[in-house]
Every structure is written in structure tokens, then in C-alpha cells.
């Protein structure tokens, strides 16, 4: 755990008994600008405070309204710097959380503090997971909400992780590398004032990323993309031709791991039929010392009957056509090309592994979980129910075969 007290222990036994008897009072949502150091009247005079340590400096670098608030002592930082992104950004929401579970949250209503106990977890668990936007738009440091291959940062996260992924999207639309005060996308308010936290908290929460410049692209043959994205009738065709084998292997893969992995039945079926192998295992389709050949911008080729070909481009790379959907990406992440593969899995494993993303940014799945009921949750489909039904059918069809 990040913290020596937790939400629950501070807040709750005070709160809930004045939440049931007040009368309900919603926290205001400012459309001005954002809660700044410059907004703030207090300053840190000379001779009045300590002088800012090397981590002051990077959480004001990080998030400016800090500026005001570790110069009012709130706080007792250690004297050192804190290495590297991730953990300068799991530590700014360290302390954020201790703040959070700190304030006076006496005007909130019983749904609100509902909201704000789960909110915070949530955040929690985001900063655990040290997976958070990159960006690649602007040199020093800014506000992305979510990047191009996914990833969400803390706020939209909050926002897709309660219900509201198509809120998010909307709003890295219209205002993806801005601060929150000045972001006024329809739904914004409503589910602010409905999740317990203020705006003032929420424009804390929201950190500003350091320039970065690594990337991966990802190439499968054709009819291995085809299948990822949910059309096998491409490889089936190179079956019946002969121009691809049922014991042929991809970055390691048999097919029947393919089909296993993109929960297609009527295909594991097939390749059965045709003499696939239920007990063949993977093998990796390249190395650690071969992906690191790829140096800041690397390309994946995973090829027929060969190793994984990993090569450096001098120019940023978009993830490959497999990543552009959110069914593809799925698949692709439980296939794990970009660490090359997995080793001494079966068709069973394949089908019921979970997704491993990218160390670029969270893909486009990521953000179609279970839906929480609150507020006007979207109505769109899941576009992942198809593929993880496909897969428990896979999965309950091969144990059936005997495989474990």
C-alpha cells in the first residue's frame, strides 16, 4: 500500500453520520482557469519556509498547483530526488491520495461520498499500475488525456473506469492537451459533481507529462492480422492452397494458439480436424537482447516459421493495424509480441491468458471493463463481449479435449 492511512479509516466514521442528516450540497465546478500557483494568494516568502527541495521542484514541474501547497508546510518531503517518471508520477499521486483522504468532506451527500471512496481506489490502483500517458506532442511537460494508443491520464481514467468511457473520449477530442479548468466538453460538470471529488482536487490530480520519445509498431503476415481482428476466412484459404501448413508457427505460435487467443472456435475446431497439435506449446519469438536491438523506436516483424524480426526505425511509429481496434488490441496484447512472446504455453493458456500491454501506453481495450452503475452510464456496447465469450468457449471446448 502507498499509505500509512486509508480512506475508509479517516473519513468515514465522521462523515457518514453528518452525510445522513445534512442536507445536500454540491461542490461547484469552476469553468475559469485551472487552479494554479498563480490563482492561489499564498506565496512562500523568504525566510518564511524552507527552501524547496529537489522533489518540490519536480512535483511543482509535475503539477503547478503544488507550488502553494507544499509552501504551506502541508507536507514533509524528503530532501532527495525521486528517479524517473513513473515513480516521480506514482509519488505525486501518493501524496495526492493523502491529501484527498484529508479533506473535510462534511458537505458531501451519501451517493457523493459513495463516489469519492471508489474514485479514490481507483486512483489508486491507476498509480500502482505505473502505466500512464506519453507525451509526444510538445517538448517540457503538459496535460494529455489520452494519448494515441490509449493510454488515459488520471482524470479520464476516473471518468471511462466509473462508466463514462465515451465522456472521456469526447473530451481528449476537444481539449486533449489542456488543463482541466478551462475544459468545458457536455457531461463534464455533471459527472464532476457526481463523483465526490471537487475541482480543485481533480485539477491536482491531473499531472503534467514529460516529452518522451519511444514507440513500437507491430507487423503480423496478413492472414494472422486478418484473424487478430476477427476474420479467419484469409487463413483458412492459405490452408485449403497449401500456401500455409496446420503445424506452420508464427513468432512461435502455432496457429491453433491464434485461433485459441482470438477466441475463435469454429477455427480451433477446424485446425483439429486438419492435425493440429492440442499439446503443442510456444516457444519465444525473439529475446530480451533482440528487442532491446530496437533501440527508442522499434519495429516488430512476427514472421512465418522464423523468429521475430526486431529492428530500430529514426522516426516515431504507430503501433500497427492490429492496435487500431479495440478487439485486435486485445488479442494482440494477449499474445505478447512486443516481449516475444510467451514461452511453453498451450492452446488452453492462450485462451484464457489475460492481456499484457505494451510498455508504450495502455491500448484501446482497456477502458471496456465491467460498467459501474452511476450516473448515465453510456449505453454502447461492449465491444469486447464477442472475443471473451469466443474465448470461454474456446477454453471450455479444450478441456473437454482433456487439455489443462
Same mark, same amino acid.
Given at each position: 500500500? *502507498?499509505?500509512?492511512? /486509508?480512506?475508509?479509516?479517516?473519513?468515514? $466514521?465522521?462523515?457518514? $453520520?453528518?452525510? +445522513?442528516?445534512?442536507?445536500? +450540497?454540491?461542490p461547484t465546478f469552476a469553468h475559469s482557469a485551472p487552479v494554479s500557483a498563480k490563482s492561489e494568494s499564498a506565496t512562500i516568502q523568504s525566510g518564511q519556509v524552507d527552501p524547496p527541495t529537489k522533489l518540490h521542484e519536480q512535483l511543482c514541474e509535475?503539477? $503547478?498547483?503544488?507550488?502553494?501547497? +507544499?509552501?504551506?508546510?502541508?507536507?514533509? +518531503?524528503?530532501?532527495?530526488?525521486?528517479v524517473g517518471e513513473v515513480k516521480l508520477l506514482q509519488k505525486h499521486f501518493e501524496l495526492v491520495i493523502e491529501r484527498l483522504g484529508n479533506a473535510k468532506v462534511d458537505d458531501l451527500n451519501v451517493s457523493q461520498m459513495k463516489q469519492r471512496v471508489a474514485n479514490i481506489q481507483r486512483l489508486r490502483e491507476y498509480a500502482v499500475g505505473g502505466v500512464f500517458p506519453q507525451n509526444i506532442f510538445v517538448p517540457g511537460r503538459r496535460p494529455v488525456f489520452i494519448d494515441p494508443w490509449?493510454? &488515459?491520464?488520471?482524470?479520464? &481514467?476516473?471518468?471511462?473506469?466509473?462508466? &463514462?468511457?465515451? *465522456?472521456?473520449?469526447?473530451?481528449?477530442?476537444?481539449?486533449?492537451?489542456?488543463?482541466? !479548468?478551462?475544459?468545458?466538453? %457536455?457531461? @463534464?460538470?455533471?459527472?464532476? *459533481?457526481?463523483?465526490? *471529488?471537487?475541482?480543485e482536487e481533480l485539477a491536482l490530480i491531473q499531472p503534467h507529462y514529460q516529452f518522451r520519445f519511444n514507440s513500437q509498431t507491430i507487423q503480423y503476415p496478413s492472414e494472422i492480422e486478418s484473424l487478430i481482428l476477427g476474420d479467419s476466412s484469409a487463413l483458412l484459404e492459405a490452408l485449403e492452397k497449401g500456401e500455409v501448413q496446420v503445424?506452420?508457427?508464427?513468432?512461435?505460435?502455432t496457429l491453433l494458439h491464434f485461433a485459441a487467443a482470438a477466441g475463435d472456435l469454429k477455427l480451433v475446431k477446424r485446425l483439429v480436424e486438419m492435425g493440429a497439435d492440442l499439446q503443442?506449446?510456444?516457444? @519465444? !519469438?525473439?529475446?530480451?537482447?533482440?528487442?532491446?536491438?530496437?533501440?527508442? &523506436?522499434?519495429?516488430?516483424?512476427?514472421?512465418? %516459421?522464423?523468429?521475430?524480426?526486431? /529492428?530500430?526505425?529514426?522516426?516515431?511509429?504507430?503501433?500497427?493495424?492490429?492496435?487500431?481496434?479495440?478487439?485486435?488490441?486485445?488479442?494482440?496484447?494477449?499474445?505478447?509480441?512486443? =516481449?516475444?512472446?510467451?514461452?511453453?504455453?498451450?492452446?488452453?493458456? =492462450?485462451?484464457?491468458?489475460?492481456?499484457? $500491454?505494451?510498455?508504450?501506453?495502455?491500448s484501446k481495450h482497456a477502458y471496456y471493463g465491467k460498467r459501474l452503475p452511476f450516473g448515465n452510464s453510456d449505453k454502447e456496447s461492449n465491444p469486447l463481449d464477442e472475443v471473451k465469450n469466443g474465448r470461454a468457449e474456446v477454453a471450455k471446448w479444450l478441456r473437454e479435449q482433456g487439455l489443462k
Open positions: 500500500m *502507498l499509505f500509512k492511512k /486509508t480512506f475508509l479509516q479517516t473519513v468515514i $466514521p465522521v462523515v457518514l $453520520p453528518m452525510a +445522513l442528516a445534512a442536507a445536500m +450540497l454540491q509535475v503539477n $503547478p498547483n503544488w507550488a502553494a501547497i +507544499l509552501g504551506s508546510g502541508a507536507f514533509d +518531503l524528503a530532501s532527495e530526488d525521486v490509449g493510454t &488515459h491520464c488520471a482524470v479520464g &481514467h476516473l471518468i471511462a473506469t466509473s462508466g &463514462h468511457p465515451g *465522456l472521456a473520449r469526447r473530451i481528449n477530442q476537444e481539449y486533449q492537451l489542456d488543463e482541466l !479548468g478551462v475544459i468545458t466538453t %457536455d457531461g @463534464l460538470k455533471e459527472w464532476q *459533481l457526481a463523483s465526490g *471529488l471537487r475541482i503445424e506452420s508457427r508464427c513468432g512461435g505460435k503443442a506449446v510456444s516457444t @519465444l !519469438g525473439c529475446d530480451e537482447d533482440e528487442i532491446a536491438q530496437g533501440g527508442k &523506436h522499434s519495429r516488430f516483424e512476427v514472421r512465418w %516459421d522464423g523468429s521475430t524480426r526486431v /529492428t530500430s526505425a529514426n522516426h516515431y511509429l504507430s503501433k500497427g493495424r492490429v492496435y487500431e481496434s479495440v478487439r485486435g488490441s486485445f488479442v494482440a496484447d494477449v499474445l505478447q509480441d512486443f =516481449y516475444g512472446g510467451m514461452d511453453g504455453k498451450n492452446a488452453l493458456e =492462450y485462451a484464457t491468458a489475460d492481456p499484457r $500491454p505494451s510498455k508504450h501506453g495502455v
